[in-house]
């Protein structure tokens, strides 16, 4: 036990047993606390825990988060809470004696955004975001192929999503934006976010159009319609004429792949294809239409696959390793700031029918 990183995770829905199983299957970390408010959640996320091999007698339960942290039982915590608790919940957290990872969005507003930035700053712990989708096999190779410089500098990256409608969470928090943060914070963030990873340069202005058009219409909650965007298109603009874009649907599960993700240089284009798992390149000058060079990806380091093809799995990999100083933190707070922030200015683009600056934010 003493040479483990012991675990406290806060917000045990499905995502935080998501972490949970990734934790139990990861080499040198444990969970012994979890901490939410709804009892059955709690109870769900014990469980959890009592199932990783070398799981301790008893998992601290607590129904507040601020017990967790003065128990002395953990040295690290996962913030899984509902989006729209995160900023009060860190300003205890990262005045804590822990390491943190923040289940994306980081914050629901550029604002708390910012407030969270300088607590990190603060703060003698590292704090890492949790933007799994940099993990997944076929993306990882896709950005690996990029800094090796095999399609020159990128110049435009195109990530279609078409899925599945938001999922049930309790009590119906994700039906409305201002839990959210709005569907283009909430759900692509993390897609914002490979956009600037992709690109190296922060976002100079975005345009946006989007609606709800679907989904979730004929649901009522406390006398209330569902507000979240079901389909959008946005256009995020970089210096030197460098572009990406987003093609967002969630009525759209009757798909083959849920993500297609393209990068194109002067050198050639590489994509990545989920969730069958494949990455394709091709050359200009050695390669055509039809013709390019296609392969299914996989990482033999992955023990647990879970919901996200593993990425989860090697986002604790790399977060432990932070957390005993052996690496750098792969997704900082300030990458975490920037992916709101173009949801957010996505947001404000849709809803007022024009281009807007990141100044305006930033």
């Keep these: 036990m003493s040479d483990q990183i012991r675990y406290g995770v806060v917000g045990t829905g499905m995502m935080g047993l998501e972490h949970i199983f990734n934790i139990n299957a990861v080499d040198g970390g444990i969970v012994t606390a979890v901490s939410d408010p709804n009892e059955a959640s709690r109870a769900s996320g014990v469980d959890a825990a009592q199932q990783a091999e070398d799981a301790p007698a008893t998992i601290g339960s607590f129904a507040h988060h601020g017990e967790l942290l003065e128990s002395g039982l953990v040295d690290a915590v996962v913030l899984v809470s509902p989006n729209y608790t995160h900023?009060?919940?860190?300003?205890?957290?990262?005045?804590?004696?822990?390491h943190t990872l923040i289940?994306?969005?980081?914050?629901?507003?550029?604002?708390?955004?910012?407030?969270v930035v300088e607590l990190a700053a603060n703060s003698s712990k590292i704090t890492q975001v949790g933007m799994e989708y940099r993990y997944m096999p076929p993306v990882a190779r896709m950005i690996r192929e990029i800094?090796?410089?095999v399609v020159g500098d990128p110049h435009m990256v195109a990530i279609r999503e078409h899925r599945f409608p938001f999922l049930e969470k309790v009590d119906d928090w994700n039906r409305f934006s201002a839990n959210t943060g709005g569907t283009l914070v909430e759900k692509c963030c993390h897609f914002f976010d490979l956009m600037n990873n992709i690109i190296g340069t922060k976002p100079i202005r975005v345009m946006a159009s989007g609606g709800q058009n679907v989904n979730h219409l004929d649901e009522v909650y406390d006398g209330k319609v569902p507000d979240i965007l079901d389909n959008a298109?946005?256009?995020?603009?970089?210096?030197?004429?460098?572009r990406a874009h987003l093609d967002l649907c969630m009525f759209a599960e009757a798909t083959h792949n849920q993500e297609e993700m393209s990068v194109v240089g002067p050198k050639g284009k590489v994509e990545a294809l989920l969730p069958t798992s494949v990455f394709k390149l091709g050359r200009r000058g050695e390669h055509f239409v039809g013709n390019v060079e296609i392969e299914?990806?996989?990482?033999?380091?992955?023990?647990?696959?879970?919901?996200?093809?593993?990425?989860s799995y090697l986002e604790h990999i790399d977060f432990l390793a932070a957390c005993r100083g052996e690496r750098d933190i792969e997704v900082t707070v300030d990458d975490g700031l920037w992916a709101v922030a173009i949801g957010a200015a996505a947001h404000r683009s849709i809803d007022e029918g024009r281009i807007v600056d990141l100044s305006e934010f930033i």
């Design 233 to 242: 298109y946005v256009i995020v603009e970089y210096p030197d004429g460098r």
């Design 147 to 149: 800094r090796s410089g």
């Design 296 to 311: 299914e990806v996989h990482d033999d380091e992955i023990a647990y696959e879970g919901l996200h093809h593993g990425s």
């Design 87 to 98: 900023r009060s919940i860190l300003g205890d957290i990262l005045t804590a004696d822990v």
């Design 103 to 115: 289940e994306k969005p980081m914050c629901t507003t550029v604002e708390d955004c910012l407030e």
